[in-house]
């Protein structure tokens, strides 16, 4: 299954290309954007080598799928969807540059990759994890219809806050 381009009101998620690597290395070095995710800001070495993975196992594998998520054709920000075992099942990831805050883009984004899950995939269930101190990814995503199901204490005594959205229980709003 090759990934698909998804549409919303104001935004267009397409597959990456070879051109997006300096925007994708751009969103990644900024230590703002990856304050909260995974292992933070990593060398730009790091995030050129990942951007080069996306070519060279996600896509060519087809493991899962990664979007560039674009505005007025202008590169935003970052988004997927996989397999996750430590949810169980997929999580949502996404990543939007500090310039593209605070004008719901993160919102259009997390509806589109849920209901991406709903209904290309045919989940019945998507996640999220979110770090207990990213209150804005928490109260986005919980104003969508994700709810916390538990906590994951991490290695590093931190707390990341599994989240699920269901289908049954109702479509992102």
């Known amino acids: 299954m090759t990934t698909p381009a998804l549409h ?6 397409d597959p990456y290309t070879p051109a997006d690597e300096e925007d994708f290395v751009g969103l990644f070095q900024d230590a703002s954007v990856v304050r909260w995710m ?19 196992k996600v896509y060519a594998r087809e493991l899962f799928d990664v979007w560039a998520v674009r505005h007025e054709g202008r590169f935003i ?3 997927e969807i996989k397999p996750s075992p430590s949810v169980d099942g997929h999580e949502i990831v996404y990543a939007l540059a500090a310039s593209a805050w605070g004008h719901g ?11 991406y899950g709903f209904d290309t995939l045919g989940l019945s269930e998507v996640h999220a994890t979110v770090a207990a101190g990213n209150t ?6 919980e104003r969508i219809g994700f709810r916390h199901v538990r906590d994951v204490t991490e290695d590093d005594g931190g707390t990341t806050l599994v989240l699920t959205c269901s289908e049954e229980a109702g479509r992102p709003g």
């Not at 919303?8 to 998620?13: D, E, F, K, M, N």
């Not at 995974?38 to 050129?48: A, F, I, P, W, Y």
């Not at 804005?136 to 995503?141: G, H, K, R």
């Open 8 to 13: 919303t009101a104001r935004l267009r998620l």
């Open 38 to 56: 995974g292992e933070g800001l990593q060398s730009e070495t790091e995030d050129r080598a990942l951007f080069g993975r996306i070519f060279s």
């Open 77 to 79: 920000g970052h988004a």
């Open 105 to 115: 883009f993160g919102t259009e984004t997390a509806r589109a990759l849920t209901r």
């Open 136 to 141: 804005v990814s928490l109260a986005l995503l």
